[in-house]
Each structure stands twice: as structure tokens, then as C-alpha cells.
């Protein structure tokens, strides 16, 4: 049974179908989910007639001139043929009617709905019905055994009954169907065939099988089955003969049976894979038209000569076999890729035997299948043909007097092939247009503005319409040259025409930004050579070929270079100096195409930044949109909705940031993407209803849907934050792009950004914590800035996770060092660049000094600041590991806290020591700091670690602030410098406070000084500026204009708020590591310093617990 499968068409939007012919044959007639009922001449019919009988059609069925439709109004209407007028309502439900059917006659039609009940109705009379009631849930399909007096139901109960008609009672009733609660959950549709003329057999569809029950005995006689088959049948129908049975099922594949034989003689694959929901054969036995889930209609060409012939009761003679010589002639000439639809269509059933008559003739040998192989399976290619026709004759008649008998298989029998089948490739397109075949249609839908094309008897025109009329007005066009494809920018509308055996194919280009007066040109391609793809960028076009090539051009009309494709073009889209390409790259299997992509940089530095990768798209689906953001990151949607958006962050991989098929109501509906904004998060297009285009007129409105990354458990508040989280980190990377191609970019909108993932990686963070996950909360710390993980210790240490918050303290130090690292390697030892530089938005400590010299006069005359921020000015004093105590009085100015004066004068030579001595990494500041680099670069990272807010950097002059405090300076050196950048008012009060917390500070025993200078130098800190020098960020964070005074004042807020524990927890720290540096003093003031001594060691008795070790996080991190 050789037959060859026409290239579906597209009929009715996605849903379900059904299909039958006419009495005659003459017209395929089909009805869909759009409410309209369709006939269609031939399946090439380009305008087939149409009928809207309501919103939604679920059945069809059409006989003696009357067509019955089962209506989503819960209706059964009928409609005259093939006028389709309107004749009346056939009868009602309580719900929807899902199949309806016509006797042999067709004098009854019977229906089954989804109440649960089956009504037989006379057609010439519809008040005469007769209802069956039984079933305890929506019935599935219906069918009259040919002699009227039965009639066979399935429903979604699980039952397939068989009723009397006279009677109006169950007959019979097999429980063989999975159960659901509606005919859109059911596993199959269960369509019912009775055996036509003699009636004898029902065909129940059942799993991946047909079981056939006797009318007679109401017992299963046979099953039907393939073991290539693994998918459900859905819908079975019988040849007009009654000798062959076809099937459909929910995975595309189509199959024919030869009812006898048990032999599966024709299998066939839906072209994409969808759902097979309607079959009708035609009454010549010629033809099997097919429907699918997603509206299109198929048919099966070819199958005449088998089931014409077989149904005869006579023996066929050679005249017969001559006549229809003409028949096999075309299916012997196709081409040799025929075998791949033949390898679907060879049976693999277990009896793979010829039939063999007792003559001596060759021509009888033919394979169990009842088709002929192609050529290349027979020994003998003159005999072939002739042995498939011969054989036609001997297949078993109604009567059941011939017989399959054994035979001999084949000498030599070439093998088939069984492997994936190709995909069609798809056509170019060109991306925000709607079909070319469409009167009226947009050509053209983007961010900039509306392209239009009307092409009808008024008028064949183009409008182009602007969104911003600011960037030109509309424009109405002739399109004298038959236009189909145009892009539109802020520069210009480029327009293409394919060409024809008289004219070559036209680039049109309307250069309304031009400033001359000549604003349009045009270029025709050579001969042979046709437009398939085109797009604008800014100052250059580009065009693609069917010759595999793509041309740019200049703006004005210059031609640039050219290239070629590794394949077809399929869409092309530009966008600033950035030109994305999709081409086939090879042949996609099973519904999946095989496309690649090229993303090219035209600017001032020409380079290809994706070489061809494969184009990630969803199973069985097609590309449907490509195209950029706003902001300029390409993006690709495919024909399931599901929106992709290119990673650059992530070796230009594409991640899923969008499903649109979420946001549909039905099936059938689609959303029309026409623009993508990264900021704000916006997918903005428009929705069609039952269909993938939106009409031109009225004019469509535009919807915004959202992002949604497709990570697991959104519904619970982790996996919420989780996809907040990288949602905003992938729309945030356009930043870094735009930045490193020279653009300016929104800094406020990055910060807001940046702000956003921190604190949802600190939301995380709490919830570990309270979900007792410590080591999530550690892998959460790695991904937040130094300036977050010093709040997430501050978490951990007061919610008593002590070891949390130990891991967490390594990490910062961690974070610092390599801060430093980055630093030292962008910049030379300059204190003020470094710290512009720095990645968290803080200025160095050399440059707040530098910036905080200009305003501390007079910035430490209120007694009373001085007094209550003590503590402040003595923790910046040890801050860098005692090196930065000499160093810090000038460049600590804008830092932190007041720097205690000294009116000594000194040298810069006196400095070298200090900083030399300088341990850990600390930073050491010092106007002498370069002539010392190393040591400089070695005190960087606490200078890097100073906000902006500080020294005045930006309000220098305005508010008095406070200087940042160093340790009273004893020598020349020092003194000088102090003097240099301090009041002597406010000197004497800082030195005295600041002599007095730093002896408090001071062990018992007191490590031996080094040398003098270095005693002096090394001045310990006090809790406070531990404290404050690990909240600093913190403060300015919460409030970024604070002036210096005014972060110190809420820091010792902030830090009263302690508990005494705390504050004492920070004191010892501070005197932890005060110990080993101590000196005694050379100066006076020995009565003050054993004060504080005194008290220093009442404190230490208290011992340190681990809280206090967090303290030491706050130095280093700096």
C-alpha cells in the first residue's frame, strides 16, 4: 500500500479538530477551535470557504447535503451544504456536545456531550430523539453499527457501551478505558469505528492497540497492534472495503492495518510530531485526510489502488493491472529520498511473509505489508511492478475465502531505514513581521515605530507610523515594486523585494535622517540572487541572500564588505553596532531544527563575538522571534513561547528568562512579542487570541508580561529570592557591556541594582541561618561584597552562631586581600587613584586625608564632640596595625575620626620606621608615602575601604568635621606633620583623650619598646574604633551625605546600643591586640597612662569569648 503524505496546511488555530469528506468525495470539510467549519477543494485550496458557526467547533460530520456541527454553546446545529447557510438547531445539552455522527442513511445523527448523555435525533424531524443514559462521566465519541441497530459510546468513565437503539438499553459494555474527569484530560479520544457493510466488528482503540469485538458475540476477536508503536491511539477509521483499518495517534504516527492479516501495512509520521484528532477516509478509498491539535490539515495520497482493488469481489485481470499501470509509474519516479518516508512505512510486524499463488508466475512475489518496496528491494526491477499489481488481485476478499499463506521471504531485501527522521527547515523570516501571504499585515513591529503592508484590489501601500513622531512623521508608501520585508531605526526604512524572471531582486532605503536632499537609494541584487533577510543598525544595513552571502551597506548607500553563511539565513536582526544572524547550520531531527548564530561587533573594531553556536530552542518547536533588548543584549523566542536572553557573563550561553505560553488562557492563544526592556523588566508584546498574529485593525494593544527565571520551588520563599537574586544579576550585565563598548551608562540605576542583590543575598542569609543551614549561609557570604559580609557576621554573631561567624570573619579577610590584590594591580602606589579606583564606592584613606586637610580647621573645636567621640579618634589612631599611627594624622583627615594634633614639628624621614614596621597588610598613610611605595601599597587596603562621604571629598568647606583621630605624636617627625594639619586649639584636648583611652587599653604587661619612635607609633585603639571602623560602611550605606562628625555621632549611638557584654567584648579585642605592641612612653604623663592601665587590667580579667574575635575581621577587612 504505497502512499505518499502531502505537506500539512494550515486550517483552524490551535485546538481541537475534526475532518470528514462529502458524499462524493470532492471536498475535504473541517472544523476547529476557531468556530469555523472550512471546505477545502483539494488540500492545495489557498481559499477555501468558511463558515463560522460559533466560538468553538468540536465536532463535524456531513451527509445528503447536511452539515451537523457539535458548538460550544452547547449546541448542535445544522447547515446546509455547501451553501452553509444556516438550518436550524439539531438539539441541546446542559454542556458541551464533543462528537457527533450520521447513520448509514444518514437519517439519525447521534451525539454525545459532556452531561453524560447520548441523544439519537432525527435530522428531518429533531423533536423526535431518543436519549441513552448510563455513563458517569462526559462521553468521548459515538458510532452507529451500519445496520442501525446499534450504537457504540465511549466515555471518560473508563467504559466503551454498546446500545440498542430499538430498546434503548445496554447491550454491552467492556471496561477497558483509563478514567479522567473531562474530555481535555483524557488520555485518548476513544473514537469509535463500526466495520463498514457487514457491521461485524467494532474497533475499540485501547493504549497503543485497536481491539476489535464481534457483533455477534459481543467477545474481542482480535488486536491490532505495532511493535514499532508505543503511542496511544487516539483515533481509529475503516476503509470503505472494510478490509483495512487507520489509525492516528496522540504522537503523530499514523498507521494502517490490514484487518485479516493482522499486518501493519502502512505506518506513517505526522510531520512535526502533534496530535492526530481527526481522520476521515475517502469514499473511493483513495485518500486518508487527517487533522491535528494545532489546527492543521494533513492528507495521505496514494492509498487508492490497495483498497479500491482488494475490496473487489472478483479476481482482478491484466487489463485491470494495465490500467493502473500509470499509478505506480509516478511513485516508482520519486526521488530517492522517498526510502526515508518508506523506512516509516514498512511494516516490522513479526510475520514479514510474501504471497505466493500456485502459478508460475514471478510477478507474484510481493512482501507481507501489501505495498510495493521501492525499487532497490527487488532482485528483478522489470518484474516489480507487475508483482504488485498481481498480487493487488489476491488479497483475501469480503468473504474470507482466500488465505495468507506461508511463504518465502525475499532472496535479498534491502535494509530499511529506522532511525530519527529530518525536519523541514523553516523559512526565513524577518523577525516583528506577520506572514507574507496576508492582505494586510505588519511588515515590521519594533521599538522605533509600525511598518504595514496592504496589499488588495483598493491598494498594494506601505504606512510607516513612529512611535516618538519626534523622529520623523508617518509616511505612506506605494509599493509599486511589491515590497515584502522592511525594517524601520531611528535613521532610516529599509524595504526588499524578492525577484522575478523579469526583474532582480530591489534594496529600497528611505534616508530620512539624511541631511541632503537626496534621501532615498536603491540597489539591485544580481541576477539569480534573492533578499531573504534584512535588518538596520546604526549607520550601516545589512542584507542576506539566497546565494548564502550577506552584504552591508553604509547608511547612504555605500557597499561595504561581504561574507557568507555557513547556511540559509534564517532571521537577522541589528541593533547599535551589533549584527545577530541565525542560519541552519545542518538538519534537525524529530521536529527539533538545527540552527546557528553569529554575533558580529561593526564598530570602529570589527570582531565576531559568537562564531556560529547552536541556537538553543525548545523540543519540536521553530524559532519565532530574534532580536536585542533596548538596552542591547540579544534575546530569541520560540514557537512554545519560551523567551531566552544571551549571558555574556556566562560564555555567551542563552538562559530561559520567560515562558509566555504561562500567561495564555487556552491553548490556542499566543502573545506577539514586539520589544524586550532589561530596565525596567519588561516583556512587552501583544496578545492573540486562537492565533499566533494579531490583526492589523483595529489597532492591536500592547501588554507587558513579566520575567520569570524557571527555577525549581518559586513558590516557596528561598526559591523566590533565589530567582530574584540572578534575575537581577542577568538583567544588570547590559551594564558592564555598555561600559566596556564606550557607552555612558544609568550609575544610579547599577547601584540600585547592585543594592538589590546584596540584600537579597542577605535575605537568604537569615533565612539559612534560621533554617540552620550554616554552611548555605557560608556559600551565600562568598557571593555578597566585603561591605555585606560584615553585616551578615554582625547576624551570625548576635544570633550565637559563633562558628558561623568565625567562617564568615576568614572569608572578609579573604574578600580584603584580594580587594588589595585587584587594587595593586590596577594602579601604581598613588593613595589618591587607588582609591577612586576601588570597587565599593570608598575612598582611599590617603585621598579622604588629602580631601579632609582643606577642612579640619576648626573642625575639632566643640568640646564636647571631642570628648564623646574619644574612643573614635583613638581606634583610627592603631587602625593599621600600629605602622598607621605616624602616617594616619594627615591622611586620615576625610577617613574616619579626628586626628589628635601634635604642635611639634618633624621631618619626613622620621616616618620611614613606622612604616616599615607595618604588619598584616595594614594600610599606612603618610604624605611621605611615596618615596616608600611597597609600604605604601602595603596600607592600601584600609585606605580603599574609606566611603566617598568622608573628608569632605564633596563638601569640602561645608560642615565642620571632625579629624580623624592618630596617636599623640612624641617625636620630631611626627609632631611636625600633626602640626601641619591640625588646630592647636583642638590639639591639646584631642592629645590628652587620646593618651588617656590608649593607656586604658594597655595589658599589664607590656611588651618592651622597639625603639622610641615606634612606641609612639604603635598606639593601641580603643572597642569603639574597632567598632566603628567595622560600621563605618554601614553608617554611610544608611546615610551618604553624613559629613565625618556626623558618622561619628551615630556611630556612638549606634554603639550604646550595645549590650555591655558586646562593648566590653570589643574592648578586650582591642587590647588583644594592642599587647605585643605596646611602649611605654617617652614623654610624660605617666600618671594618666597607669590609670588607664589600672583599669585596662581590671577589664582584661573578664576572659574573651569568641564574639570578640569578630572584632579582629573588622581591622583586617579594612
Known sequence: ????????????????????????????????????????????????????????????????????????????QIHTFPEGDPDGILTRFTTNANHVTFNTSGSRVAVGSSDFLVKIVEVTDSSQQKTLRGHDAPVLSVAFDPSDEF???????????????????????????????????????????????????????????????????????????????????????????????????????????????????????????????????????????????????????????????????????????????????????????????????????????????????????????????????????????????????????????????????????????????????????????????????????????????????????????????????????????????????QEAVLLACEGTDELASKIQCLHFSCWDTHKEWMVDLPKGEDVRALCLGQGWAAVATSTLMVRLFSIG???????????????????????????????????????????????????????????????????????????????????????????????????????????????????????????????RCIPCKGSRYPPTLPRPAVAVLPFKLPYCQTATEKGQMEEQYWRSLLFRNHYDFLSSSGYEIDSEGQSQAEKEQQELLMKMFALSCKLEREFRCVELAEMMTHNVVTLAIRYASRSRRMALAQKLNELALEKANQLLEEDQEEEEPAYQSVGRNSGFNHVSRESSHMNGRQVDNGCVEEDDVEEEYTHEEEMDAEEPSETRKSCLNPFKKGGKSPERPSPKPVNKEGRVNPFKVSSAGKPSSSPAGQSRGTNVLDGMTMSNRKPVALGGTSKQGKAPVLKPLAPKAKSKTQATLLQMTTPKGSSKKLESQSETETVKLQAPTATPPVSGENTENRKPKTGFQLWLDENRKNILADNPDFEEMDIIKEGMGRFRTLTAEERLDWSEKAKSESDPKKRKREDGGEEDEQTERDEGGAKKKKPLDSSAKLSAFAFNKE
Open 557 to 683: 548607500g555605500v557597499q561595504k564588505e561581504m561574507f557568507s553563511l555557513p547556511g540559509a539565513v534564517v532571521c537577522m536582526a541589528g541593533h547599535g553596532e551589533q549584527l545577530l544572524i541565525v542560519y541552519h547550520r545542518g538538519t534537525g531531527f524529530d521536529g527539533d531544527q538545527s540552527l546557528g548564530v553569529q554575533l558580529l561587533q561593526l564598530g570602529w573594531k570589527r570582531k565576531q563575538a559568537i562564531h556560529g553556536e547552536p541556537l538553543p530552542l525548545s523540543q519540536k518547536s521553530y524559532l519565532a522571534w530574534m532580536g536585542f533588548t533596548a538596552e542591547g543584549t540579544p534575546c530569541c523566542i520560540d514557537s512554545e513561547g519560551v523567551v531566552r536572553m544571551l549571558n555574556r557573563t556566562l560564555g555567551n550561553t542563552w538562559t530561559p528568562v520567560c515562558n509566555t505560553r504561562e500567561s495564555c488562557k487556552s491553548k490556542s492563544d499566543h502573545y506577539w512579542v514586539v520589544g524586550i526592556h532589561e530596565s525596567p523588566q519588561q516583556l
Open 1 to 76: 500500500m504505497p502512499c505518499e503524505r502531502k505537506p500539512m496546511r494550515y486550517g483552524h488555530s490551535e485546538g481541537l479538530t475534526d475532518v470528514c469528506f462529502d458524499d462524493e468525495g470532492k471536498c475535504i470539510v473541517t472544523c476547529g477551535s476557531d468556530g469555523d467549519v472550512r471546505i477545502w477543494e483539494s488540500l492545495d485550496d489557498d481559499d477555501p470557504k468558511s463558515i463560522n458557526v460559533g466560538e468553538k467547533a468540536f465536532s463535524v460530520a456531513l451527509k445528503n447535503g447536511k452539515l451537523i456541527t457539535a458548538v460550544s454553546n452547547n449546541t448542535v
Open 151 to 489: 450504537i457504540a459510546s465511549s466515555s471518560c468513565d473508563g467504559s466503551v457501551t454498546v446500545w440498542s437503539v430499538e430498546s434503548q438499553a445496554q447491550v454491552a459494555q467492556w471496561k477497558v478505558l483509563q478514567k479522567s474527569s473531562d474530555v481535555s484530560n483524557a488520555k485518548s479520544l476513544c473514537r469509535l469505528a463500526w466495520q463498514p457493510r457487514s457491521g461485524r466488528l467494532l474497533a475499540v482503540p485501547v493504549d497503543a492497540t485497536v481491539q476489535l469485538y464481534d457483533k455477534n458475540t459481543w467477545a474481542q476477536v482480535s488486536t491490532l497492534s505495532d511493535d514499532l508503536n508505543t503511542q496511544v491511539v487516539n483515533v481509529v477509521v475503516w476503509s470503505p472495503c472494510g478490509k483495512f483499518l487507520a489509525a492516528g495517534t496522540i504522537g503523530g504516527n499514523l498507521l494502517i492495518w490490514d484487518v485479516e492479516a493482522k499486518l501493519c501495512v502502512e505506518r506513517q509520521k505526522h510531520e512535526k510530531g502533534f496530535t492526530v484528532c481527526g481522520m476521515a477516509w475517502h469514499p473511493s478509498g483513495g485518500r486518508i485526510a487527517y487533522t491535528d491539535t494545532e489546527g492543521c490539515l494533513g492528507l495521505l495520497d496514494g492509498v487508492s489502488s490497495s483498497s479500491s482493488t482488494s475490496s473487489s469481489t472478483t479476481p482482478s485481470t491484466k487489463a485491470t493491472a494495465a490500467k493502473e499501470t500509470n499509478d505506480f509509474d509516478g511513485l516508482f519516479d520519486e526521488d530517492d529520498d522517498q526510502m526515508l518516508d518508506d523506512g516509516m512505512s514498512e511494516s516490522r510486524s513479526p510475520v514479514k511473509k510474501a504471497l505466493v499463488e500456485e502459478e508460475d508466475d514471478d510477478d507474484d512475489l510481493m512482501p507481507a505489508t501489501g505495498r510495493a518496496r521501492n525499487r532497490g528491494t527487488f532482485l528483478d526491477d522489470d518484474n516489480s511492478q507487475d508483482a504488485v499489481l498481481a498480487n493487488l488481485d489476491k488479497l483475501p476478499d469480503d468473504d474470507g475465502s482466500s488465505a495468507i499463506l506461508p511463504a518465502v521471504v525475499p532472496a535479498v531485501s534491502r535494509p530499511v531505514y529506522e532511525g530519527p527522521m529530518p525536519t523541514q527547515p523553516q523559512r526565513a523570516f524577518q523577525p516583528g513581521s506577520t506572514p507574507v501571504h496576508l492582505m494586510h499585515r505588519f511588515m515590521m513591529w519594533n521599538s522605533v515605530g509600525i511598518v504595514r503592508g496592504y496589499n488588495d484590489d483598493q491598494d498594494n501601500a506601505i504606512d510607516v507610523e513612529f512611535h516618538d513622531t519626534a523622529i520623523h512623521h508617518a509616511m505612506h508608501l506605494t509599493n509599486t515594486l511589491g515590497h515584502t520585508m522592511a525594517d524601520l531605526s
